[in-house]
Protein backbone atom coordinates (compact mmCIF):
# COMPACT_ATOMS: atom_id res chain seq x y z
CA UNK A 1 0.00 0.00 0.00
CA UNK A 2 1.24 3.56 -0.76
CA UNK A 3 2.06 6.03 1.78
CA UNK A 4 -1.17 7.84 0.52
CA UNK A 5 -3.35 4.99 0.82
CA UNK A 6 -2.38 4.35 4.22
CA UNK A 7 -2.82 8.10 5.10
CA UNK A 8 -6.41 8.03 3.41
CA UNK A 9 -7.25 4.75 5.26
CA UNK A 10 -4.93 5.01 8.56
CA UNK A 11 -4.92 8.38 9.10
CA UNK A 12 -6.85 11.42 11.48
CA UNK A 13 -7.05 14.01 8.80
CA UNK A 14 -10.23 13.74 6.60
CA UNK A 15 -9.62 14.42 2.83
CA UNK A 16 -12.80 13.42 1.19
CA UNK A 17 -11.55 12.26 -2.23
CA UNK A 18 -14.17 13.77 -4.31
CA UNK A 19 -15.19 12.77 -7.55
CA UNK A 20 -14.98 14.28 -11.08
CA UNK A 21 -18.23 16.58 -10.31
CA UNK A 22 -16.47 17.74 -7.43
CA UNK A 23 -19.03 15.20 -4.82
CA UNK A 24 -18.95 11.98 -2.29
CA UNK A 25 -21.70 10.04 -2.17
CA UNK A 26 -23.69 10.52 1.67
CA UNK A 27 -25.70 8.18 3.08
CA UNK A 28 -28.47 9.42 6.30
CA UNK A 29 -30.29 6.69 8.12
CA UNK A 30 -32.30 7.24 11.12
CA UNK A 31 -30.70 7.42 14.37
CA UNK A 32 -33.60 6.04 16.25
CA UNK A 33 -34.37 3.02 13.56
CA UNK A 34 -31.14 2.38 11.47
CA UNK A 35 -33.43 2.77 8.10
CA UNK A 36 -31.56 4.08 5.67
CA UNK A 37 -33.40 7.70 4.92
CA UNK A 38 -31.67 8.19 1.34
CA UNK A 39 -28.19 8.39 -0.21
CA UNK A 40 -27.31 11.90 -1.85
CA UNK A 41 -24.61 13.73 -2.60
CA UNK A 42 -22.43 16.84 -0.74
CA UNK A 43 -19.70 18.48 -2.63
CA UNK A 44 -17.13 20.55 -0.58
CA UNK A 45 -19.61 23.39 0.51
CA UNK A 46 -22.77 20.95 1.59
CA UNK A 47 -19.74 18.81 3.86
CA UNK A 48 -18.59 21.96 5.60
CA UNK A 49 -21.79 23.88 5.89
CA UNK A 50 -22.73 19.83 7.43
CA UNK A 51 -19.73 19.96 10.07
CA UNK A 52 -20.40 23.46 11.08
CA UNK A 53 -24.32 23.62 11.29
CA UNK A 54 -25.25 20.17 12.90
CA UNK A 55 -27.64 20.06 9.77
CA UNK A 56 -27.68 18.27 6.52
CA UNK A 57 -26.48 20.25 3.54
CA UNK A 58 -26.35 18.59 0.02
CA UNK A 59 -25.31 19.32 -3.69
CA UNK A 60 -28.43 18.41 -6.34
CA UNK A 61 -26.57 17.22 -9.08
CA UNK A 62 -30.21 17.51 -10.91
CA UNK A 63 -30.17 20.93 -9.69
CA UNK A 64 -26.80 22.17 -9.75
CA UNK A 65 -27.21 23.77 -6.46
CA UNK A 66 -26.11 23.78 -2.79
CA UNK A 67 -29.69 22.78 -1.13
CA UNK A 68 -30.03 22.88 2.94
CA UNK A 69 -32.14 19.73 3.58
CA UNK A 70 -35.55 20.21 4.32
CA UNK A 71 -35.22 24.35 3.35
CA UNK A 72 -38.66 23.97 1.10
CA UNK A 73 -40.36 21.28 3.12
CA UNK A 74 -39.56 22.11 6.29
CA UNK A 75 -38.39 18.14 6.65
CA UNK A 76 -34.75 19.04 7.85
CA UNK A 77 -31.76 16.53 9.43
CA UNK A 78 -29.94 17.28 12.30
CA UNK A 79 -26.80 15.29 12.54
CA UNK A 80 -25.65 13.22 15.58
CA UNK A 81 -22.66 11.99 14.03
CA UNK A 82 -20.78 11.79 10.49
CA UNK A 83 -18.61 8.83 9.62
CA UNK A 84 -16.24 8.29 6.87
CA UNK A 85 -14.80 5.42 5.00
CA UNK A 86 -11.96 3.83 4.65
CA UNK A 87 -11.44 5.58 1.00
CA UNK A 88 -12.64 8.82 1.86
CA UNK A 89 -15.40 8.93 -0.74
CA UNK A 90 -18.44 8.27 0.94
CA UNK A 91 -19.66 9.99 4.07
CA UNK A 92 -22.51 7.95 7.13
CA UNK A 93 -24.92 10.70 8.45
CA UNK A 94 -26.81 9.44 11.37
CA UNK A 95 -29.67 12.04 11.70
CA UNK A 96 -32.91 12.78 13.61
CA UNK A 97 -35.07 13.22 10.61
CA UNK A 98 -38.55 15.94 10.76
CA UNK A 99 -40.76 14.40 8.96
CA UNK A 100 -39.97 12.77 5.64
CA UNK A 101 -36.60 12.55 4.38
CA UNK A 102 -38.46 11.67 0.71
CA UNK A 103 -39.60 14.38 -2.05
CA UNK A 104 -42.39 12.04 -2.25
CA UNK A 105 -43.73 12.57 1.65
CA UNK A 106 -42.55 9.21 3.00
CA UNK A 107 -40.16 9.14 5.73
CA UNK A 108 -37.64 7.08 3.56
CA UNK A 109 -36.69 7.22 -0.13
CA UNK A 110 -36.44 3.40 -0.16
CA UNK A 111 -40.01 2.56 0.26
CA UNK A 112 -40.22 -0.14 -2.27
CA UNK A 113 -38.62 -3.65 -1.78
CA UNK A 114 -37.10 -5.36 -4.76
CA UNK A 115 -38.37 -8.77 -5.00
CA UNK A 116 -36.62 -11.76 -7.09
CA UNK A 117 -39.71 -12.94 -10.13
CA UNK A 118 -39.42 -15.36 -12.92
CA UNK A 119 -35.38 -14.62 -13.88
CA UNK A 120 -36.29 -11.04 -12.79
CA UNK A 121 -37.46 -8.72 -10.32
CA UNK A 122 -40.21 -6.63 -8.91
CA UNK A 123 -41.15 -4.03 -6.95
CA UNK A 124 -43.29 -4.03 -3.30
CA UNK A 125 -44.17 -1.03 -1.71
CA UNK A 126 -43.15 -1.48 2.14
CA UNK A 127 -43.67 1.65 4.41
CA UNK A 128 -45.23 3.81 1.60
CA UNK A 129 -47.65 6.23 3.63
CA UNK A 130 -46.63 9.65 2.82
CA UNK A 131 -46.50 11.93 5.64
CA UNK A 132 -47.08 15.31 3.86
CA UNK A 133 -48.40 15.80 0.27
CA UNK A 134 -45.48 16.97 -2.04
CA UNK A 135 -47.97 19.01 -4.36
CA UNK A 136 -48.73 20.79 -1.34
CA UNK A 137 -45.32 21.44 0.06
CA UNK A 138 -43.03 22.10 -3.28
CA UNK A 139 -46.52 23.88 -4.72
CA UNK A 140 -46.22 21.92 -8.19
CA UNK B 1 -43.93 15.36 -13.36
CA UNK B 2 -43.59 13.22 -16.25
CA UNK B 3 -45.65 9.53 -16.37
CA UNK B 4 -41.88 8.36 -16.89
CA UNK B 5 -40.76 9.80 -13.61
CA UNK B 6 -44.31 8.96 -12.14
CA UNK B 7 -43.57 5.36 -12.86
CA UNK B 8 -40.10 5.15 -11.78
CA UNK B 9 -41.18 6.59 -8.64
CA UNK B 10 -44.76 5.28 -7.99
CA UNK B 11 -44.59 2.05 -10.44
CA UNK B 12 -43.82 -1.88 -9.91
CA UNK B 13 -41.29 -1.97 -12.39
CA UNK B 14 -37.22 -2.31 -10.83
CA UNK B 15 -35.40 0.08 -13.86
CA UNK B 16 -32.53 0.54 -12.01
CA UNK B 17 -31.05 4.04 -13.46
CA UNK B 18 -27.76 3.50 -13.68
CA UNK B 19 -25.24 6.34 -14.22
CA UNK B 20 -22.63 7.39 -17.21
CA UNK B 21 -20.84 4.35 -15.99
CA UNK B 22 -23.53 1.97 -15.59
CA UNK B 23 -23.32 1.73 -12.55
CA UNK B 24 -25.79 2.00 -9.35
CA UNK B 25 -24.94 2.65 -5.92
CA UNK B 26 -25.53 0.00 -2.87
CA UNK B 27 -25.55 0.93 0.64
CA UNK B 28 -25.27 -2.55 2.61
CA UNK B 29 -26.47 -2.40 6.13
CA UNK B 30 -25.98 -5.01 8.76
CA UNK B 31 -29.18 -6.23 9.45
CA UNK B 32 -28.77 -7.46 13.02
CA UNK B 33 -27.49 -3.85 14.08
CA UNK B 34 -28.66 -1.00 11.19
CA UNK B 35 -24.82 0.38 11.23
CA UNK B 36 -23.86 0.99 7.82
CA UNK B 37 -21.44 -1.76 6.21
CA UNK B 38 -19.94 0.02 3.21
CA UNK B 39 -20.92 1.85 -0.09
CA UNK B 40 -20.28 0.33 -2.74
CA UNK B 41 -21.27 0.22 -6.83
CA UNK B 42 -22.92 -2.60 -8.71
CA UNK B 43 -23.53 -2.75 -12.68
CA UNK B 44 -26.78 -4.74 -14.07
CA UNK B 45 -24.82 -8.17 -14.00
CA UNK B 46 -24.02 -7.27 -10.08
CA UNK B 47 -27.61 -6.49 -9.32
CA UNK B 48 -28.84 -9.57 -11.42
CA UNK B 49 -26.89 -12.09 -9.66
CA UNK B 50 -27.36 -10.51 -6.42
CA UNK B 51 -31.21 -10.79 -6.89
CA UNK B 52 -30.57 -14.52 -8.02
CA UNK B 53 -28.02 -15.12 -5.34
CA UNK B 54 -29.05 -13.83 -2.43
CA UNK B 55 -25.64 -13.07 -1.86
CA UNK B 56 -23.98 -9.58 -2.19
CA UNK B 57 -21.96 -9.50 -5.94
CA UNK B 58 -20.51 -6.00 -6.78
CA UNK B 59 -18.84 -3.95 -9.57
CA UNK B 60 -15.34 -2.82 -8.51
CA UNK B 61 -14.62 0.45 -10.31
CA UNK B 62 -11.10 0.78 -9.63
CA UNK B 63 -10.40 -2.86 -10.46
CA UNK B 64 -13.20 -2.90 -13.33
CA UNK B 65 -14.63 -6.13 -12.28
CA UNK B 66 -17.70 -8.12 -11.43
CA UNK B 67 -16.67 -9.48 -7.54
CA UNK B 68 -18.48 -11.97 -5.41
CA UNK B 69 -18.20 -9.92 -1.76
CA UNK B 70 -16.17 -12.55 0.45
CA UNK B 71 -14.47 -14.08 -3.36
CA UNK B 72 -11.27 -14.22 -1.79
CA UNK B 73 -11.74 -13.08 1.84
CA UNK B 74 -13.83 -15.45 2.44
CA UNK B 75 -16.21 -12.54 4.16
CA UNK B 76 -19.48 -13.09 2.27
CA UNK B 77 -23.11 -11.08 2.84
CA UNK B 78 -26.00 -12.59 2.62
CA UNK B 79 -29.12 -10.25 1.60
CA UNK B 80 -31.97 -10.40 3.92
CA UNK B 81 -33.90 -7.55 2.15
CA UNK B 82 -33.20 -5.63 -1.13
CA UNK B 83 -34.80 -1.87 -1.71
CA UNK B 84 -34.66 0.52 -4.33
CA UNK B 85 -35.39 4.39 -4.19
CA UNK B 86 -37.01 6.64 -5.31
CA UNK B 87 -35.76 7.27 -8.23
CA UNK B 88 -34.39 4.14 -8.66
CA UNK B 89 -30.36 5.29 -8.96
CA UNK B 90 -29.31 3.62 -5.28
CA UNK B 91 -30.10 0.40 -3.80
CA UNK B 92 -29.81 -0.67 -0.10
CA UNK B 93 -29.47 -4.77 0.85
CA UNK B 94 -29.88 -5.38 4.38
CA UNK B 95 -27.12 -8.07 4.85
CA UNK B 96 -26.11 -10.86 7.42
CA UNK B 97 -22.38 -10.10 6.62
CA UNK B 98 -19.51 -12.72 7.92
CA UNK B 99 -16.98 -11.15 9.78
CA UNK B 100 -15.81 -7.80 8.27
CA UNK B 101 -16.91 -5.73 5.31
CA UNK B 102 -14.21 -3.77 5.27
CA UNK B 103 -10.78 -4.98 3.63
CA UNK B 104 -9.26 -2.87 6.50
CA UNK B 105 -10.07 -6.29 8.11
CA UNK B 106 -12.79 -3.99 10.21
CA UNK B 107 -16.62 -4.60 10.28
CA UNK B 108 -17.51 -2.05 8.86
CA UNK B 109 -15.88 0.61 6.31
CA UNK B 110 -17.06 3.51 8.30
CA UNK B 111 -14.59 3.03 11.27
CA UNK B 112 -13.92 6.91 11.74
CA UNK B 113 -16.18 9.66 12.94
CA UNK B 114 -16.06 13.24 11.56
CA UNK B 115 -15.96 15.98 14.28
CA UNK B 116 -15.66 19.67 14.12
CA UNK B 117 -12.49 20.79 15.23
CA UNK B 118 -11.59 24.54 15.16
CA UNK B 119 -13.31 25.47 12.20
CA UNK B 120 -12.54 22.66 10.23
CA UNK B 121 -12.83 18.56 10.92
CA UNK B 122 -10.75 16.08 12.52
CA UNK B 123 -11.16 12.09 12.31
CA UNK B 124 -11.63 9.80 15.61
CA UNK B 125 -11.57 6.50 15.19
CA UNK B 126 -14.76 3.97 16.69
CA UNK B 127 -15.59 0.70 16.46
CA UNK B 128 -11.76 0.42 14.57
CA UNK B 129 -11.06 -3.12 15.82
CA UNK B 130 -9.83 -5.71 12.86
CA UNK B 131 -11.49 -9.09 12.83
CA UNK B 132 -8.93 -10.37 10.15
CA UNK B 133 -5.63 -9.26 9.07
CA UNK B 134 -5.63 -7.63 5.60
CA UNK B 135 -1.63 -8.48 4.91
CA UNK B 136 -2.34 -12.10 5.18
CA UNK B 137 -5.86 -12.29 3.39
CA UNK B 138 -5.45 -10.78 0.79
CA UNK B 139 -1.69 -11.96 0.27
CA UNK B 140 -0.10 -8.10 -0.61
Redesign the interface.
Known sequence: ?SAHSHEI??????QPRFDASGLV?C?A?DVA????L??AHMNDEALRKT??TGEAWYFSRSRNALWRKGETSGQTQRVV???????QD???IRVEQIGAA???G?RS??????E?ED????????DADRLFDPDAVYK?
Open positions: MEEGLSFTVTTGDVMVIAEMRTDCDAVWCHTRCFYRKVAGGAKLVFVK
